[in-house]
């Protein structure tokens, strides 16, 4: 099974396609919103993904600008999209649960959760699992919003792995 994980933002969004079973990233990207979008459409990401998951917007109680609404609605479009495609609703995940799965703390920063990541997958290899051109590492080619993507993938291929159903829960 692979799991199709999204970082939304307002303009452009990161995505995560990986191996359920060995979190191995099948692919991972930055894209436009609306190329994005048509890709969910057209299930032209790679893969076909069995499972979709999509970062959430939570409130902490702050004033928001217009950049926060815009992602709202992005989430809302990736998830009809996804909804159309795969015939069910994707999960949407509030960040809160992902830095605590993999950092243990509300507190994390994404270059904590980023460290946490290289510690499980690629402890040791240099430049941060990425590896060379020549001698590509488990997260070549990753950047930016691309691990906050692979952040929620792995989170939620942990969580279809704990539950004894083959669900995920705790969304």
């Not at 479009?77 to 795969?86: D, G, I, N, P, Q």
């Not at 691309?146 to 083959?166: F, H, I, K, N, T």
Request: neutral net charge; hydrophobic residues 40%; charged residues 20%.
């Amino acid at each position: 099974m692979n799991i199709l994980a999204i970082d939304p933002g307002n303009t452009e969004s990161a995505y995560a396609l990986i191996h359920a079973t060995t979190h191995r990233p099948i692919h991972a990207a930055k894209l436009p919103n609306e190329q994005l979008r048509i890709g969910l459409q057209r299930n032209a990401l790679g893969q076909a993904a069995e499972h979709v998951a999509i970062e959430m917007i939570a409130s902490y109680g702050m004033s928001v600008g217009a950049d926060v609404f815009e992602t709202c609605v992005w989430i809302g479009r990736f998830a009809e999209s996804s909804r159309l495609r795969t015939g069910h609703e994707p999960d949407l995940v509030k960040r809160h649960p992902i830095k605590l799965h993999h950092c243990h703390s509300s507190k994390a920063k994404d270059s904590n959760i980023i460290q946490a990541l290289v510690d499980r997958f690629a402890p040791g290899e240099p430049n941060r699992g990425k590896g060379t051109k020549a001698n590509p590492g488990w997260f070549h080619g990753f950047a930016a919003d691309m691990w906050q993507a692979y952040a929620l993938a792995v989170y939620v291929a942990d969580q279809l792995e704990a539950s004894p159903a083959g669900h995920a829960a705790g969304f």
